[in-house]
């Protein structure tokens, strides 16, 4: 059921992005005004942004910090407590590599949250906690120390698939190999995700496949005219969703589907 | 205070309350949590330029500095609804209050008396547990 490779596969996936500093908020910005990172698609943009920024206070002569900024592509504001393959997925329809970020500064969106390392850490763990109170009740992750959690974060925060595992396993896999329900989460690009009560097995016993799962949560789909992706792949719609739980999870423990018009 | 409103789209139900406090708007908002089966309350304070309020912040104004008291029970996460960030009392930790409370046999009542003392809330719309 498990499969290493994939694991760690989906962990090393990055996603070539290309900062450009909106050149109307930063007037003093000197040449160049762009900046290129290789960004992990299991990250969070507010955790991954320090470099860019350190290019931009030099270039600007003043400390620019994550709080000072915001992300724009396409118009559209990045929700950047969504994970960064999520939001590329979503967005860049065409595929198109680097991914051209607009770097903002002014006019803070309402709606989008603060990317403080406390809000980013709180909003990560309660997606875990989430997701554990949904396969198990809850009892695996309050079995864990705060210091626990707190590796789980971390380990995504500075890339250690090791030291992340070495948590997740908990909550990945136990003896029983009984779940409840599925943590799963549906997308269309523009809302705020879809998320009902997914039971692993159908009421005969057969592995729920990812199309019945969809069905629940979108009951009038007409799959003919969308695809459906995750972790930048397009997933057969046969797939197992506990083997989509096992192996195309994000960090926090959810499965996160895209469905996009095609 | 504006009373409580019932509001429905495509991901879910939730009510919606606004009043005026001190200078600010605060806009409230009840969802219910299906993974704990929880109702979790929402909140947010705007200015008078509609700018939304960032709490936890350095600020001179004593309402704020009454909110921050509470600032391990308050994050900020995204309405379920409204695809918007809101702050909000965390449902694991609505469970774990809710358990001290044995004697209260309505569900919504003792939810409400937990949360109540917090963002001091106008009557709860005991209609919306019904429609959840």
């Given at each position: 059921m498990d499969d290493y490779e994939i694991r760690r596969n989906i962990w090393e996936g990055k996603i070539p992005v290309e900062f450009d500093f909106d050149t109307r908020e930063f007037t003093s910005i000197r040449s160049p005004q762009s900046y290129f990172a290789m960004l992990p698609r299991i990250s969070y943009f507010p955790l991954c942004l320090s470099k860019a920024l350190k290019f931009l206070s030099i270039n600007v002569d003043e400390d620019i910090d994550v709080k000072d900024v915001w992300l724009e592509y396409n118009g559209q504001i990045l929700k950047w407590h969504y994970p960064i393959g999520l939001l590329y997925d979503m967005y860049v329809a065409d595929g198109t590599l680097p991914w051209v970020i607009n770097v903002r500064s002014q006019n803070?969106?309402?709606?989008l949250v603060h990317p403080s390392k406390d809000t980013m850490r709180h909003i990560f763990l309660q997606a875990v906690k989430e997701a554990d109170q949904l396969k198990h009740k809850g009892q695996v992750i309050s079995s864990m120390t705060k210091d626990e959690h707190n590796r789980l974060f971390d380990s995504v925060a500075n890339n250690k698939f090791d030291d992340f595992w070495s948590v997740n396993k908990r909550l990945m896999y136990d003896e029983t190999n009984k779940i409840s329900y599925v943590p799963i989460r549906f997308y269309e690009p523009g809302s705020p995700f879809k998320q009902v009560l997914i039971s692993p097995s159908n009421e005969d016993d057969s592995p729920c496949i990812l199309e019945s799962a969809i069905r629940k949560a979108l009951p009038t789909i007409d799959f003919s005219s969308y695809t459906v992706i995750s972790q930048g792949i397009n997933v057969p719609l046969n797939t197992s969703v506990i083997w989509m739980a096992r192996n195309l999870s994000y960090p926090d423990n959810f499965i996160h589907i895209l469905l996009r018009k095609s | 205070m504006d009373p409580w409103i019932i509001h429905k789209n495509n991901l879910g139900v939730w009510a919606e309350q606004r009043s005026i406090l001190d200078n600010f708007v605060r806009t409230c908002s009840i969802t219910y949590n299906s993974a704990y089966g929880v109702p979790v309350l929402w909140f947010n304070l705007y200015d008078s330029d509609g700018q939304r309020i960032t709490l936890g912040s350095e600020t001179d104004n004593t309402t704020l500095q009454k909110l921050s008291v509470y600032k391990n029970l308050i994050s900020e996460n995204e309405h379920p609804c409204l695809g918007m960030a809101f702050y909000n009392l965390h449902p694991c930790h609505t469970e774990e209050l809710i358990k001290l409370l044995s004697n209260e046999k309505n569900y919504v009542i003792k939810w409400y008396s937990v949360v109540h003392p917090y963002v001091l809330l106008p009557s709860p719309p005991l209609n919306f547990y019904k429609e959840a």
């Open positions: 803070y969106p309402n709606e | -």
